[in-house]
């Protein structure tokens, strides 16, 4: 995890690398630091903990950032990126885990050089130096990456050289170009305002910008730079006049779900064929993105009468036996560089199965490694919660199995129907869910239950309220919390209720088991019911019933974090796209 930018040009760089950070801080906030050169010195500022509001900013047109979700090392200044060499000519910031790190460590102390923090990034810099003695920058870089086991991207500065270096395998980094300028960065947005000319870097490629000229090389050869023009526009990563990023990307599903939909007819096409050819349909995700996959294989059942298997992309390597080059799978995730998805689909490629992703971000590792790719098109989710990236998926996902049972335009027609009960919604019940979030606040645990479609919607409601709001929260189908979890409901135990025209007389049954022992019933449903001690209505939209559901579960995580002085957009311990298994 971690976010890094990089920046050198004819301005200043503290303040477009500060800015940076704060755009990249959802990939994690346990400390944070930027480094910039000043002629022949280097200024270093690090810090734990968040980012300030402001900065005093320094001069300097070469330099770079970090900010830090912790892996190797605790949470210290000592530990907080940039690092250096032993002799303190190069600063790096790093992404990523080195895994023969012991080993390198002990390597690095047989030439002298004893290692000054807990981190795996003081290797490299000190590997540089090393290899520098004998050889050019290009050189050692290569000689450097070449030892490392793991992931890694990585950009760093030179006490007495005005240039910028950088190298990636397994872990992001994106190029952002200018006349005159060169930013690096973990993510698109970090550099949006200055540029929209994106260079995606393969795994193995290094490079270094010096004279306004950049060269990237792949295995010791030049390679030439691919420009590609990003569409996203700088507002979309703004948090503009809403108080945080978390209800802006609640509120924006009205257009992103619409948005997610609107795809080329040719490869929705080309995805459904597949699908339909393939011998054992795999959906593979991690978090929020493998509960998409769960609803996606009660959808592929109901409307395309279609069996799919779901796997955890982490548990993926148990089923490699069952895998033949006419099997598919469909990796799902936000990101598109999630590390345990791309350990699956790697394990996948071996055996020769095709690989069709849904991701939010456009070359991606996990975009690169597909055959095919369906891009979300939600725009910057820049809270660390998935919220309309889940949705977008949820969409996607309904709409190719409408597309499997040759129903393209029926789906189509549900998700847009959907999407316009969204506004009304979202102003009805925000009153209501936020006095029940008052009600809630100080709760030990809520569970949900649901059947059939709603059943998926409780695991990822149970995700959000934990995530955000750090109560504990489990989600049920509803014909299982009385196998053993009834055990914890006490008088006035909150149970969210997910109720449908399908699943209602049964779900309402285990409603009323709950209720008896004194469970406090929160009912999401169309239609109200005496056994409701609050009562949430959401409309009733069949297939759609888990997009519209979403709703309301986001907004009360919201509002329980608001209530128990959480932050929504950064909660603790966790990052936005987790690049470590
Ligand atoms: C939860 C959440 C995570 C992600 C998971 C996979 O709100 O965001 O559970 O869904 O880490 O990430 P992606 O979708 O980027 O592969």
Known sequence: MCGIIGYYG???????????????EYRGYDSWGIAVKQQKNIILDKETGHLPESVISKNGNIGIAHTRWATTGKVTEQNAHPHTSNDETIYIVHNGIIENYAELKKYLHTLGIILKTQTDTEIIPNLITHFLKNNDLKNSIEKTTKLIKGSYAF??????????????????????KEKNELFLASDVPAFLEYTKNAIFLNDKDYGIYSNKKLVIFHNGEKINEQ?????????????????????????????TIKTAIEQNPELINKVTKEIENAFGVFFVGCGTSYHACISASYQFAHIAKKHVNVILASEFSNYSDFLTNNALMIAVSQSGETADLIDAIKIAKQKGVKIISIINSLESTID????????????????VLSTKSYTSQLAILLLLAYSTANKLNEGKKLIEQTTQQIPDLIETI???????????KNKKSIFLIGRDLAYPSTLEGA????????????????????????????E????????????RDLILGNAREVKARGAFIIGIDSKNSEIYDEFLQVPELNHANPIIMMIPLQ???????????CDPDKPRNLAKSVTVR
């Open 368 to 383: 690169r490694l597909s055959d095919l790719s369906i891009i979300m098109n939600a725009g910057p989710e820049i809270c």
């Open 555 to 565: 907004l009360l995580s919201y509002y329980l974090a608001i209530e128990r002085n």
């Open 492 to 503: 006035e135990t909150p149970v969210i209720v997910l109720t449908t025209d399908e699943t």
């Open 155 to 176: 950009v760093g500065i030179i006490k007495n050289r005005d240039e910028l270096f950088f190298a990636r395998d397994g872990s992001p980094l994106v190029l952002g």
């Open 227 to 255: 420009i590609t023009k990003i569409n996203w526009t700088v507002e979309q990563a703004k948090k503009g006049d809403h108080p945080h990023f978390m209800i802006k990307e609640i509120n924006e599903q009205k257009h």
């Open 10 to 24: 004819d301005k200043d760089a503290y303040p477009i690398l500060f800015k940076g950070l704060k755009i990249l």
């Open 430 to 440: 925000k009153p209501k869910l936020e006095l029940l979030a008052k009600k809630l």
């Open 463 to 490: 995700l959000k309220i934990k995530e955000v709001s750090y109560i504990h929260a489990e989600g049920f189908a509803g014909g299982e919390l009385k196998h053993g979890t009834i055990a914890l409901i006490e």
